[in-house]
């Protein structure tokens, strides 16, 4: 049976770098989608996720979610292994996965380095994505801290795995071990 990972966590966590290392290892064949695909491909009308989102922001985030998913089914049911990579978050990171029953082997990895190892990630690549997160007054760690709170609403479930410190190929590594045991969903 194929295997679908979803692999989440916040921005600057290493999802993008470590997903198509890992879809590398695990096919041939594999696939991978990262979810900003998706936010970038509404050009007109985007409205972005803050700390309290409007209902159209919701309504695409979720298309955002259902398009890969579409994605990852469609590889999936060609024969290929898939991973996504994307910030979903709480009640949606069940929703995604089980989706896939029946169809593939859902496995999860929650990437969770420590802030300090994430402002230094963002502020490498020269970008602020917690812009819509870091409130008057509040430092880029807060606003870290403070989108860090989604993932307390994930299901404890799959492997959490603390990448301060680790190349991404070491990561991918630990996500592999026992076949993908820990990440099992």
């Not at 700390?51 to 955002?64: G, M, N, T």
């Not at 994605?71 to 290929?80: D, K, N, T």
């Not at 997160?133 to 709170?149: C, E, F, K, N, Y």
Request: with cysteine; aromatic share 6%.
């Amino acid at each position: 049976m194929q295997k679908v990972v979803l692999i989440t966590g916040m921005q600057a966590a290493g999802k993008s770098t470590i997903a198509p290392l890992l879809a590398s290892r695990l096919g041939p064949p594999a696939a991978t989608v990262d979810g900003d695909v998706y936010f970038n491909a509404v050009v007109a009308g985007a409205v972005g996720m803050t700390p309290d989102p409007s209902p159209e922001a919701l309504r695409q985030l979720l298309l955002r979610y259902d398009a890969s998913a579409l994605v990852a089914r469609h590889y999936l049911e060609a024969g290929f292994d898939f991973v996504c990579s994307d910030i979903i978050l709480g009640e949606h990171v069940a929703r995604w996965l089980d989706a896939f029953e029946g169809i593939a082997e859902p496995h999860l990895v929650v990437l969770t380095p420590s802030v300090d190892s994430i402002i230094e990630r963002e502020l490498a690549r020269g970008s602020n994505s917690y812009r819509d997160w870091q409130g008057p007054g509040m430092t880029l760690a807060d606003a870290v801290r403070s989108l860090q709170t989604g993932l307390s609403d994930i299901p404890h479930r799959g492997l959490w795995l603390d990448t301060t410190g680790q190349t991404a190929e070491q990561s991918v590594t630990e996500i592999l071990t026992n076949n993908l045991k820990a990440a099992r969903w």
